[in-house]
Nanobody
Framework: QVQLVESGGGLVQAGGSLRLSCAAS????????MGWYRQAPGKQRERVAR???????NYADAVKGRFTISRDNAKNTVYLQMNGLKPEYTAVYYC???????????????WGQGTQVAVSS
């Protein structure tokens, strides 16, 4: 079973940047779509970005043009480059495997610990 460990979060001022990493172990994720999600205090977890096994990407409207998801299959790692950060982006960020069936993506496996991102105004 794949284990995912997120890192790279921290405290940053509005307008700043962070690069999150999601390192996978136990199995290769190269054939899986992967997603980044976030959960802000008191809110439901929401999808931020998705990348397919062949590199196609998709973003939530709230982060389009600011965030870039990428993957390095040789390192079994997925990244989320976040630029132009806003205070409303403060949340715990998680990565997870995705599976595609019945014309939709679904999460696979358990959520990890996530990495905290805090954006000050």
């Amino acid at each position: 079973q794949v284990q995912l460990v997120e890192s790279g979060g921290g405290l940053v001022q509005a307008g700043g940047s962070l690069r999150l990493s999601c390192a996978a172990s136990g199995s290769s994720i190269s054939s899986n779509a992967m997603g980044w999600y976030r959960q802000a205090p008191g809110k439901q977890r929401e999808r931020v970005a998705r990348i397919t096994s062949d590199g196609n990407t998709n973003y939530a409207d709230a982060v389009k043009g600011r965030f870039t998801i990428s993957r390095d299959n040789a390192k079994n790692t997925v990244y989320l480059q976040m630029n132009g950060l806003k205070p409303e982006y403060t949340a715990v960020y998680y990565c997870i495997q995705l599976t595609f069936r019945m014309y939709a993506y679904y999460t696979v496996g358990s959520w990890g610990q996530g990495t905290q991102v805090a954006v000050s105004s």
